[in-house]
Nanobody, 126 residues
């Protein structure tokens, strides 16, 4: 069982930046996908970005391309999401997710992921 703990959320004005972190409870060996999702108020959970532990597997939702960057530091067992040029529509609860997999094809479908963090709130004001 992998435990995930997000941090770094907060309130920021439009145009600002935040960096989210997701700590993994144990060193994850082999291949695995990690992803960031967000849930907007009264909306579905949306896949924001994905990455694969052995390189590749990068994908971004169209709404965040060019503004958000996902990265994985395996030495620190930490996943990051750098968010720049934030917009009010980026407001929501952000979750990280994990799935052990030998394939580097990491989908943004939430059903693909087995482990989830508790979420961290991001609020962007106009």
């Amino acid at each position: 069982q992998v435990l995930l703990v997000e941090s770094g959320g907060g309130s920021v004005q439009a145009g600002g930046s935040l960096t989210l972190s997701c700590g993994v409870s144990r060193h994850a060996y082999g291949g695995y996908c990690m992803a960031w999702f967000r849930q907007v108020p009264e909306g579905e959970r949306e896949g924001v970005a994905t990455t694969y532990s052995r390189g590749g597997g990068l994908s971004y939702a169209d709404s965040v391309k060019g503004r958000f960057t996902i990265s994985l530091d395996k030495d620190k067992n930490t996943l990051y999401l750098q968010m720049n040029s934030l917009k009010p529509e980026d407001t929501g609860i952000y979750y990280c997710a994990f799935r052990a997999d030998w394939s580097p094809v990491c989908t943004r479908d939430q059903q693909f992921y087995a482990s989830w963090g508790q979420g961290t709130q991001v609020t962007v004001s106009s």
